[in-house]
């Protein structure tokens, strides 16, 4: 079946320790995109690629990077977590960017602990 | 500023019909989407309006009025596995994505 993937499901890292994040996509969708979910919230978008267009978002914290080093795989690299960047991360895929106005398919997410 | 507002939590029966209301407030217009949520698990897609009046899809309805910037999801027959936060969000005229924070749908016996 034709799916996104996120590795791992859960990451514990240490306060100040980098983590990267995987996701892989199987769909052939041109648009891969990056989201931080906390508990009871919306979506808060990082990051999106169009192809290997990278997009970064206004307030997205440097701590935050991306690399998409081809169009099935995307990586997030938070290189000095803080206890404020303990949160689900969703990896998200579409078609076109069509401008936002395409169907997003999500992976199951990975939730990101930090002592 | 841009703004969704959904109600927080619902509670329902078991059997029984609910509707999950969505009020926007955006710079423009562009599509509406709902996504599904259960507890620590991603999204999944419900339903896209971009025109106004009334989409079905089985179990699931989503209307749509733009002059009020009003949605809804209407979910009928509510079984014990529809219990899950259900997402809205709307594309606006600069093709930005604005997610609401979600309604918790609680469903009882």
């Known amino acids: 079946d034709a799916m996104v993937i996120q590795n791992p499901r859960y990451q514990v890292t240490q306060f100040g320790k980098p983590v990267t994040l995987s996701c892989s996509q199987t769909?052939?969708?041109?648009?891969m995109y990056w989201y931080q979910q906390k508990s009871s919230q919306a979506p808060k978008l990082l990051f999106h690629?169009?192809?290997?267009?990278?997009?970064n978002e206004a307030d997205t914290p440097d701590n935050f990077q991306s690399r998409r080093p081809n169009t099935s795989f995307c990586f997030l690299d938070i290189r000095s977590p803080g206890l404020g960047d303990a949160a689900m991360y969703l990896c998200?895929?579409?078609?076109?960017?069509?401008?936002?106005?395409?169907?997003?398919?999500f992976g199951p997410g990975t939730r990101l602990t930090v002592l | 500023g841009q703004n969704i507002d959904q109600p927080t939590e619902m509670t329902a029966t078991e059997g029984a019909i609910v509707q999950i209301n969505c009020t926007y407030q955006?710079?423009?217009?562009?599509?509406l989407f709902w996504y599904q949520q259960h507890a620590g698990e991603a999204p999944t897609f419900l339903s896209y309006?971009?025109l106004d009046g009334l989409e079905e899809k089985g179990r699931f309805s989503s209307f749509l009025s733009r002059s009020k910037g009003y949605s809804y999801l209407l979910l009928k027959e509510l079984q014990m596995k529809d219990s899950a936060s259900y997402l809205c969000?709307?594309?606006?005229?600069?093709?930005?994505?604005?997610w609401g924070a979600g309604t918790k749908l609680i469903i009882k016996p």
């Open positions: 309006n971009v």
């Open positions: 955006t710079s423009g217009f562009n599509g």
């Open positions: 969000a709307v594309t606006d005229s600069n093709y930005q994505l604005i």
């Open positions: 769909l052939n969708h041109n648009v």
């Open positions: 690629y169009y192809d290997k267009d990278f997009n």
């Open positions: 998200a895929t579409s078609r076109e960017t069509s401008g936002f106005t395409d169907t997003q398919y």
